[in-house]
């Protein structure tokens, strides 16, 4: 599966923001999705998973109450709405799909999108 992450941007904190990612292919709904984010000169950080049902989630403690995922299986899409963004939350944000269940772990996620910067200014 090809990943296609959109929606960034820059935004004052306080603001929100909506990613999109879109999958290729016919087995997206096989897929449970997460994503990811990485500021510049730290790791790869885990901030959300869902399952393929859509009904399972697994959020970061850093997002939880701010952020929420979303699918929608008929369109090949994954969302993440973000809420009351602050400057910290400024990085380059990844979709990516896994088979079986959520993870928090990047290396057990197969398949990536190219990412899409958020910045969020104070």
């Known amino acids: 599966v090809q990943l296609q992450a959109s929606g960034g941007g820059l935004v004052q904190a306080g603001g929100s923001l909506r990613l999109s990612c879109v999958a290729s292919g016919r087995t997206f709904s096989s897929y449970a999705m997460g994503w990811f984010r990485q500021a510049p000169g730290k790791v790869r950080e885990f901030l959300v998973a869902?399952?393929?049902?859509?009904?399972?989630?697994n959020y970061a403690g850093s997002v939880k109450g701010r952020f929420t995922i979303s699918r929608d299986n008929a369109k090949n899409t994954v969302y993440l709405q973000m809420n009351s963004l602050k400057p910290e939350d400024t990085a380059v944000y990844y979709c990516a799909a896994k088979y079986g269940s959520p993870s928090d772990t990047r290396y057990q996620y197969a398949h990536w999108g190219q990412g899409t910067q958020v910045t969020v200014s104070s």
């Open positions: 869902i399952a393929w049902s859509g009904i399972r989630t």
